[in-house]
């Protein structure tokens, strides 16, 4: 098949536009410049096509003749920025993809979306169907997106389907580089009783599901969650990283309130500047907020079956922490 994987310069993108490759895929991947990322992903097989996705003409040109699109850029959570450049990326830019996608010809459009969608799990484990209650302007955006992207799927007769991951990690990954390595250095802290649930998917595994999702037949139009086949709780997971590290269980913990006071004030302080905050709410609700979701539909859907198991993808990614001495 012909693919284009937009964020392929990213860590999930990235994994994906290689795999693609690997299994015979033609894949082009949209860029904004030249550079490292865009030049490995070259030596890769992937041929990196340069442009915005706010620019329809570099879109357009992007998606000419791609059996499959695979929508993954978008911002993830940046100190600073307005509104307004969330929603143009993770809104806005998914209808143009669309639309780009059936000019191209294209059959299909994966959208990755996220979990968070859902916002705080009040009866777990969720699933597609669980209320949306989007928390920050991350999740508000990609749900637009959704939405937008559905919308303009059903007026130019392309499919749609939508992935919502759950937590993504494995190596290459650097948003759970602070819970590795503080439980490695043994400085880590937990807030709270670290009781709530925690879900994560290994990016072997959701790169296998967005590519059932890309070629699937049943997955046309259809929604699914994309996580592991192990929920645990933050204790547990912290527990495994540290079996991995090969050091202790760490057991201090700290209450949760004064943080989130502390994350408020900084916020305030720091966002009018541009300033990444020391400490926000965000970092807290990480100890506060359960995820734990049901994977049903997919596997019996798609037949999506996550292979690495918890313990086998913190032992891969410590050692990708080590092999880049970030431990």
């Given amino acids: 098949m012909r693919s284009l994987v937009t964020g392929a310069t990213g860590f999930t993108g990235g994994h994906l536009a290689r795999a693609l490759v690997a299994r015979g895929d033609t894949v ?14 070259a030596r890769a097989g992937v041929a990196p096509v340069y442009g915005d996705l706010r620019d329809q003409a570099a879109l357009d040109a992007a998606a000419a ?5 695979y929508h993954i850029a978008a911002i993830y959570r940046q100190a600073g920025l307005p509104d307004d450049a969330y929603r143009a990326v993770n809104a806005t830019a998914v209808q143009r ?19 968070g969608v859902h916002g705080d799990v009040e009866h777990p484990p969720a699933n597609e169907d669980a209320p949306l209650k989007p928390g920050d302007i991350y999740q508000v955006t990609k749900l ?15 499919a749609l389907t939508i992935a919502r991951p759950t937590g993504i990690y494995g190596p290459g990954d650097r948003r759970l580089l602070k819970l590795f ?5 043994r400085r880590w802290v937990t807030l709270g009783p670290g009781e709530i649930y925690y879900h994560l998917t290994f990016i072997d595994d959701l790169v296998e599901g967005f590519r059932l999702c890309g070629t699937h037949p049943a997955a046309a139009n259809r929604t699914y969650i994309l996580a592991g086949g192990e929920v645990t709780t933050l204790n547990a997971l912290v527990a495994l990283v540290a079996e991995g590290a090969g050091v202790p269980v760490p057991s201090r913990h700290l209450p949760v309130w004064p943080f989130k006071a502390a994350g408020a ?13 020391p400490i926000y709410r965000r970092r807290v609700d990480f100890f506060t907020k359960s995820r734990a979701f049901d994977i049903t539909r997919a596997r019996t859907e798609i ?4 292979r690495v198991g918890l313990r086998e993808g913190i032992r891969r990614t410590l ?6 001495g970030w431990l």
């Fill in 181 to 185: 390595r503080g439980v490695a250095r």
């Fill in 28 to 41: 082009s991947a949209l860029v904004r410049a030249d550079g490292p990322p865009a030049a490995a992903l």
């Fill in 97 to 115: 993809v669309v639309e780009a996608a059936a000019r191209g010809g294209g059959k299909r459009v994966v959208l990755c979306s996220t979990v």
């Fill in 65 to 69: 003749g791609a059996d499959v699109v």
């Fill in 303 to 306: 037949g999506y079956a996550p």
């Fill in 319 to 324: 050692d990708w922490y080590r092999s880049e």
């Fill in 144 to 158: 637009e997106g959704e939405r937008l992207g559905a919308d303009a799927a059903a007026r130019l007769g392309i």
């Fill in 265 to 277: 004030a900084c916020e305030a302080i720091c966002a009018p500047l541009g300033l990444e905050p």
